[in-house]
């Protein structure tokens, strides 16, 4: 079984959808980081967190730690938000992510 | 500031050869990972270096080797290549306990 499971695996939305991407863990973490790759190759580092929730523009991102899961969302999405979502983990003081299997969204205009 | 750096870009060799890949982090880190991303086994994890030492390896063959300089930067080598090895390598850096950054990676075709 893999350590970092993400769902759904993919995913297709309208412009202007709420769009919520679940990444569920089975280990102990020291934190908890969505990524985003487009096609490419490119990889950005969203959100890297511990407890609670961050917000970045129209991202949002959310851990609850007692249950081992966060959620990516994202509103009023854009068609520029297409691309593969990561959920990875890192562990004690390594630096070491170990990733879920990503979501692919398109989002049609 | 500039971000993390990777060369070559692309890179077609043939089985049996062997190959450099080189990676600069940002200015001021000192930790540097490399990951290997694959279709059929998507972002596995290579080595993590902090400081000169390695601190982590993943689980791959002794073919796949690196170090980390003193002013940071890293280099990975892959001795022996095999066509399986074809694949794109991302190298992260980061503060120690911080965000990563990628860069842009190398894509490796073995041929």
């Known amino acids: 079984k893999n350590e970092v499971e993400q769902s759904p695996q993919n995913l297709t939305a309208q412009e202007g959808e709420f769009i919520t991407i679940n990444c569920s863990y089975s280990?102990?973490?020291?934190?908890l980081h969505w990524l985003q790759q487009h096609p490419g190759g490119g990889i950005v580092s969203l959100f890297m967190?511990?407890?609670g929730k961050k917000k970045h523009g129209r991202l949002i991102a959310t851990i609850n730690i007692q249950e081992k899961h966060s959620s990516l969302h994202i509103t009023a999405s854009h068609p520029r938000d297409s691309a593969v979502y990561i959920c990875?983990?890192?562990?004690?003081?390594?630096?070491?992510?170990?990733f879920g299997k990503g979501t692919k969204l398109t989002v049609n205009p | 500031k500039a971000g993390v750096t990777q060369t070559p870009r692309y890179l077609i060799k043939t089985r049996g050869q062997q190959v450099t890949l080189s990676c600069s982090p940002i200015?001021?880190?000192?930790?540097v990972s490399w990951y290997q991303q694959t279709p059929g086994q998507g972002l596995q994890f290579l080595f993590e270096?902090?400081?000169?030492?390695?601190?982590n390896k993943g689980n791959f063959p002794g073919r796949f080797s690196g170090r980390q300089f003193s002013n940071s930067r890293s280099e990975m080598n892959v001795s022996t290549l095999e066509l399986g090895d074809s694949a794109l390598y991302l190298c992260?850096?980061?503060?120690?306990?911080?965000?990563?950054?990628f860069g842009p990676g190398t894509r490796l075709t073995v041929t």
């Open positions: 992260a850096s980061s503060k120690s306990g911080y965000e990563q950054y």
């Open positions: 280990v102990g973490i020291s934190a």
């Open positions: 967190l511990s407890s």
């Open positions: 990875a983990l890192t562990q004690g003081g390594s630096e070491k992510l170990v």
């Open positions: 200015s001021g880190h000192r930790s």
């Open positions: 270096y902090f400081s000169e030492t390695q601190r």
